[in-house]
């Protein structure tokens, strides 16, 4: 017996190393259909009894749902159960991550699993592996290129000229032949398109749609920006057209529809350098010792109509893009900047959220409706900020009444849970050629947080409006704001993060990480590193999204959120705006099962936006510090990995790199467990937030890169 059973547990065993051989095989050719015969000649399997085996072996794998098989004794792999759709997300070194619709965790996507996809294509996935902390895939299919053209620089040869693009992330070098250069010479700049992607081939082919110049300029610099995201860069002659017939001049008809607040003290707070103004705040104290508050946005929706070019283009862009020394508006600017911009001194259509408030900042009532509002007076928030600090100044009663009860909507938030984030920004001032003079890093003070709070409210008392809690019957078609919990994985390499610098994150579950994070943003505000410790604690947050389930808003710590008070430069808001009104009046919903597609598409677009705004930012930081090389500075590591460290200089906040190879005394190396980075001879060791000093060896402002050598600090 024993005998028998070891004879029957080899062949087994040998099974289950076949098994393994046949998956590894149809997952590198996800696509590919194999019969039984071709499966034993390709494994080199003439025995009789084991070509059965490898029959067996199939028809396991197809009971398993790991193959299908289509037709008798031929299989392929089971797409249908054993792939994923989602966005595709290069990294600079050519591996990726899907992003996957359902929020689950990303899956990674190594170099030469790519097959031909690009950053921000929408992807179909075979799961290759699968453990506890970590999935892998191959991408089978490329279902939606994101975009086809992409500026970058002509490689010429004697009959062929290779495309080198300007972001390696968001590009591809593609193959032009000769004669569809289309004047192009070595080293313009130009925009291509590709015309063809044969899959025997790694590059794809394409054409020279226009020649940019010859020489790099801010200009060709920021259109290569927004092309390689898939931005628009001009609107349609139709949208123009429709635009210019848009009149300053209110309807008299429409007015009379309205709640009038013109006689009402009405403000508008924002930066100096502003030209749409979305929102403005009214104020008036009522007979009854309280206060009403309304929160006035630009009524988009009464201009831009459902289904018109206006709108399909407002829809395509999905936001406005904030770039150094630019925006490209979702809007022509005869709406963003004039008809719909809230002006001071002007007749205006906005869309209401009224609150009357006791002084202690309770909502007692509250009315959502469309009004026309005349803005007595336009402040920058410079000017804000100096009334709340003491200087006398127009409407000063006002501004800080609404600053004292916008401080105890802040108390109240934070005590809630809320995230207590000090938003930091870095500005460029720009000579008349609009080159960088100089760089301010600019911090949120009580101006903004005046008109942030109430523009929370605004957007937590609509969403909840719209919700109707308690009431499961009749669900609403709406676009939620949502901010899921932080992941655990991330929060636990932010708690290795701070140990560098002698701190700890003490939370017993993810409910209680806001706070933790609170408590010890509060500690460390007087320090040095507060900046760098806030950005990490913001990496480590998920990225808050548009959907039609609503998950509630961690970060904010509501339950109900949307967005309702920036419809001139997010399509979300317009939405809002149009299904907020249908609830008011006709309760006849036009949006279905197409709204969860438009909420895809702006939080897509909303990721690109983000993208070229940082591009563009890194493309300043290089332009600032082009002329500085060979100049010492000192600065903050910021950020470590297996190829080098980056140096935050703190005179500019502009951020550059050490390659680990340049790194001198020893030869060091990325520990990716303790998250620094060692020198195994000397035991020196660089963390997150040491002080060094670093010198400018380069500046490559096509890459984006800034180049730093370490520079030894007795020097």
């Excluded at 403000?267 to 206060?291: C, H, Y």
Aim: charged share 30%; with cysteine; aromatic share 8%.
């Amino acid at each position: 017996m024993a005998k028998k059973k070891a004879k029957h547990n080899k062949p087994s065993k040998f099974k289950g190393s076949l098994t393994h051989i046949i998956r590894k095989l149809f997952d590198k050719n996800p696509t590919t259909n194999y019969s039984h015969k071709e499966i034993c000649v390709l494994l080199s399997i003439k025995e009789g009894e084991l070509r059965k085996q490898t029959f067996g072996v199939l028809k396991d794998l197809v009971n398993a749902e790991f193959l299908r098989e289509t037709s008798h004794g031929t299989f392929k792999l089971n797409q249908h159960s054993k792939t994923v759709e989602g966005e595709f997300q290069m990294t600079q070194r050519g591996a990726g991550f899907l992003l996957t619709d359902k929020n689950e965790a990303d899956i990674y996507i190594a170099p030469q699993h790519v097959n031909h996809a690009l950053n921000g294509d929408r992807i179909r996935v075979a799961i290759t592996k699968k453990t506890a902390t970590k999935t892998e895939g191959q991408v089978v299919e490329v279902l939606q290129r994101e975009r086809t053209q992409f500026v970058g620089t002509v490689e010429a040869h004697e009959k062929f000229a290779f495309f080198i693009p300007d972001n390696q992330r968001n590009g591809v070098d593609i193959y032009i032949p000769k004669e569809k250069l289309n004047g192009a010479k070595d080293k313009d700049k130009v925009l291509v398109r590709i015309t063809a992607w044969p899959k025997s081939s790694q590059s794809p082919y394409g054409e020279v749609i226009e020649v940019l110049g010859s020489k790099n300029t801010n200009e060709t610099e920021m259109i290569g920006i927004l092309v390689n995201q898939g931005l628009e860069i001009k609107f349609p002659q139709a949208v123009i057209a429709a635009a210019e017939k848009v009149t300053m001049d209110l309807d008299p008809e429409e007015v009379i529809k309205r709640r009038d607040f013109r006689n009402i003290t009405t403000l508008t707070i924002d930066p100096i350098d502003a030209k749409d103004f979305d929102d403005a705040i009214s104020i008036q104290w009522l007979e009854n010792g309280n206060v009403e508050i309304g929160v006035h946005i630009a009524d988009v929706s009464h201009y831009v109509q459902p289904g018109t070019p206006m709108d399909e283009e407002a829809l395509k862009r999905s936001n406005s893009v904030y770039l150094v020394d630019r925006v490209i508006p979702m809007l022509p600017e005869q709406l963003s900047n004039m008809a719909c911009s809230l002006r001071p001194h002007e007749d205006k259509f906005s869309f209401s959220a009224v609150f009357e408030m006791d002084e202690k900042g309770k909502v007692l009532n509250q009315w959502f409706g469309k009004t026309v509002i005349h803005s007595n007076r336009r402040f920058t928030y410079e000017e804000a900020q100096e009334i709340i600090e003491g200087a006398e100044g127009d409407y000063k009663k006002e501004i800080l009444f609404l600053d004292q009860i916008a401080k105890i909507l802040r108390k109240k938030r934070l005590k809630s849970g809320a995230l207590n984030i000090e938003s930091e920004e870095m500005r460029f001032e720009l000579d008349a050629g609009g080159n960088p003079t100089n760089v301010i890093l600019k911090t949120s003070k009580d101006a903004h947080k005046l008109v942030e709070e109430f523009m929370l409210l605004a957007n937590k008392k609509v969403a909840t409006f719209i919700a109707k809690p308690g009431n499961k019957a009749d669900k609403i078609p709406f676009v939620y704001r949502c901010h899921d919990k932080p992941d655990i994985e991330k929060i636990a390499l932010f708690r290795v993060f701070i140990d560098k610098f002698g701190y700890e994150l003490n939370f017993t579950s993810p409910d209680d990480i806001s706070t933790a994070i609170n408590e010890l943003l509060l500690k460390i505000k007087p320090t040095s590193e507060y900046s760098l410790i806030q950005t990490m604690a913001i990496r480590s947050m998920a990225k808050a999204t548009y959907e039609t389930d609503n998950i509630g808003h961690y970060g904010l710590a509501f339950p109900y959120y949307t967005h309702f008070t920036s419809p001139i430069r997010r399509y979300a808001d317009l939405l809002v705006h149009r299904i907020l009104f249908e609830e008011l009046t006709t309760k006849q919903h036009r949006y279905g099962a197409d709204l969860n597609e438009m909420c895809k598409r702006i939080s897509r677009n909303e990721r690109k936006a983000t993208e070229a705004e940082r591009e563009s930012n890194k493309f300043f930081q290089t332009l600032f510090m082009k002329d500085r090389v060979g100049e010492t500075f000192e600065g903050t590591v910021s950020g470590i990995a297996d190829f080098g460290m980056f140096v935050k200089m703190d005179e500019n906040q502009c951020e550059g790199m050490i390659p680990m190879i340049d790194i001198p005394g020893d030869r060091f190396y990325f520990d990716a467990e303790k998250y620094k980075i060692v020198g195994p001879k000397t035991g020196i060791e660089y963390n997150f937030g040491d002080k060094i000093h670093v010198k400018v060896t380069d500046v490559d402002t096509r890459k984006r890169q800034i180049n730093l050598e370490l520079v030894n600090q007795t020097n």
